[in-house]
């Protein structure tokens, strides 16, 4: 009997350690956003599924890539959104990522972001995870 109350307490108390240490929603995106960029030592060099890794608490909504007809560096850069509002809008916290030249075609991410309207999908993610990061700048508009 004594055994079944202590197995109760410990599961009992780490039960209660997990509420405590839930992660809280994020009330500021900039602050947020900024803390990946502050420590983007982590990230360069590094694949975007890292990224996606650590980035629990807000995912990206929108994605719009700057895709360029150079052979060597098709894909430059890609800004990146923790809302789903348009592109034009602006007050909106800006997250970019500045890709290690790759020549790899970009044709499969134009269709997705004229599929789903810049919308940063599974098929966007997959298509980024592999990407080297080279930098990540974070501003708000």
Do not use: C
């Amino acid at each position: 009997m004594k055994l079944q109350i202590n197995i109760f307490l410990i599961g009992f108390f780490l039960l209660l350690n997990g509420f405590i240490n839930a992660q809280k929603p994020v009330s500021d995106t900039l602050a947020y956003a900024k803390k990946f960029a502050i420590n983007k030592d982590k990230y360069i060099g590094r694949p975007f599924s890292l990224l996606m890794k650590d980035m629990t608490q807000l995912q990206f909504k929108k994605a719009k890539s700057d895709i360029k007809e150079d052979e060597n560096n098709p894909l430059p850069s890609t800004i990146f959104r923790f809302s789903d509002k348009d592109f034009s809008v602006g007050n909106e916290v800006t997250f970019v990522i500045k890709w290690k030249p790759d020549p790899t075609s970009t044709i499969p991410l134009e269709l997705f972001q004229e599929e789903h309207n810049y919308g940063f999908t599974v098929s966007e993610r997959n298509f980024f995870d592999k990407r080297i990061i080279q930098d990540i700048v974070v501003y708000k508009q």
